[in-house]
């Protein structure tokens, strides 16, 4: 069972930065795929971006230019920097752990989730 710890969320202005990081336990994360989910109040959980394990990345369009996945396999961490945050970026964000792709590229989740970490753009 893999569990996934999420940190880095907290308050900010519109315009500003966070930094989320993911950590996982157990020894295979170099082969899991990973992805960043995110759930407005009110709105179904959406796909933010997610990374291979050889590092091919994707985004949702609504945050492309500005976030940016990242992992270290040697820390089994994957991480999203959130830049010039909108007030629409407003969400919980959870982590995602050893999904797959199907025949369109489309990241599906895998079943290990973390317990998701607060973002709030707001002035």
């Known amino acids: 069972q893999v569990q996934l710890v999420e940190s880095g969320g907290g308050l900010v202005q519109p315009g500003g930065s966070l930094r989320l990081s993911c950590i996982a336990s157990g020894t295979l994360f170099r082969v899991y795929a990973m992805g960043w989910y995110r759930q407005a109040p009110g709105k179904q959980r959406e796909l933010v971006a997610n990374?291979?394990?050889?590092?091919?990345?994707n985004y949702a369009d609504s945050v492309k230019g500005r976030f940016t996945i990242s992992r270290d396999n040697a820390r089994s961490t994957v991480s999203l920097q959130l830049n010039s945050l909108k007030p629409e970026d407003t969400a919980v964000y959870y982590c995602?752990?050893?999904?797959?792709?199907?025949?369109?590229?489309?990241?599906?989740?895998?079943?290990?989730w973390g317990q998701g970490t607060q973002v709030t753009v707001s002035s």
């Open positions: 995602n752990a050893d999904g797959w792709y199907n025949g369109t590229n489309h990241y599906i989740p895998g079943e290990h």
């Open positions: 990374i291979a394990p050889g590092g091919t990345t």
